[in-house]
């Protein structure tokens, strides 16, 4: 079953960059909050995450704060 990603992150952010490419390549689907125009999605991902840096991943629920290839790629099981 596919797993909810959403991806926290701004268009300006070499890594959020290279997440996005990352799930793209293993073809999950996942959401894109831009926190530079979206205050909501920037809040909630302060809240959810402790931090505001960017990119903040939310994989069913697991935050994972950066591109951390190994986290990420153990809470999608691929």
Do not use: H
């Given at each position: 079953?596919a ?12 890594w959020?960059?290279?997440v996005?490419q ?23 991902m ?5 931090q ?11 935050i ?6 190994e986290?990420?790629k153990?809470?999608l099981?691929?």
């Open positions: 079953m797993k909810s990603v959403i991806v926290y992150s701004t268009p300006t952010c070499p959020c960059i290279r996005k990352f799930l793209k390549e293993n073809n999950i689907l996942f959401l894109d909050w831009d926190v530079s125009v979206d205050q909501a999605a920037a809040d909630e302060i809240k959810k995450s402790g505001m840096g960017v990119p903040v991943l939310d994989i069913d629920g697991q994972i704060v950066g591109f951390d290839k986290k990420i153990a809470a099981g691929v």
